[in-house]
Structures are given as C-alpha cells and as structure tokens.
Nanobody
Framework: QVQLVESGGGLVQPGGSLRLSCAASGTVFAINAMGWYRQAPGKQRELVATIASNGTTNYGDSVKGRFTISRDNAKNTEYLQMNSLKPEDTGVYYC????????????????WGHGTQVTVSS
C-alpha cells in the first residue's frame, strides 16, 4: 500500500504564494504518475496539475501560468508551488498517485492523501 501525506496549506492573502508538499511512503515503487486535485465547498473535485513518470506536466486551465508541479523521486515527494493566489483557489488540496505512467482523470489515480486546506483571503 501507499500512504500520501500533504503539508504546507494555510491562510494566505490574495496575490501571495504557498508551496504544498506530498510525501509518499509504503510501496512507493508502485507510484508512477502523481497529481494534485482540489475541492472547494459545494463544488466538485477538480484537477489542478499532474506530472507523469517522465516529468511531463499538465495543468488545469484556471491555474496555468501560476502553479508549478514538480517531484523529487529520491525523496518520494511531489510539490505544488502556487503563486499569485486568488480567493477562488480556496479549497482542500489533495495529493494523488497512480500506478500508471500518466493520469489525467481522478478515476485513474489509485492512492489519495487526506488533503490540506488552502484559504486565500484578505
């Protein structure tokens, strides 16, 4: 099994930045693609960013140019650098990992973290 633990969430003012981390443990050799999703109150979970095993990245339209996903395979950790944050970025951010080499839909992910709250407000 794989366990994913997110950290780095919090309260930030509009225009500010946050860096989320997701540490994987357990059967980490099973992990290939990784991603970040978020869910705002009353809304469906939406894709934020994905990174394939070869490093190819993919972003949701609302975060393109502002967020950057990356991973450190030696540390079994993925990151999400979030800049120019807006109130509409508020939500619970979830780390996800998949056994497949690339994954772009939430049903393609096999493992999920418990989430970390990000609140963008003045």
């Amino acid at each position: 099994q794989v366990q994913l633990v997110e950290s780095g969430g919090g309260l930030v003012q509009p225009g500010g930045s946050l860096r989320l981390s997701c540490a994987a443990s357990g059967t980490v050799f099973a992990i290939n693609a990784m991603g970040w999703y978020r869910q705002a109150p009353g809304k469906q979970r939406e894709l934020v960013a994905t990174i394939a095993s070869n490093g190819t990245t993919n972003y949701g339209d609302s975060v393109k140019g502002r967020f950057t996903i990356s991973r450190d395979n030696a540390k079994n950790t993925e990151y999400l650098q979030m800049n120019s944050l807006k109130p509409e970025d508020t939500g619970v951010y979830y780390c996800a990992a998949a056994r497949r080499y690339s994954a772009y839909r939430d049903e393609e992910y096999d493992y999920w973290g418990h989430g970390t709250q990000v609140t963008v407000s003045s």
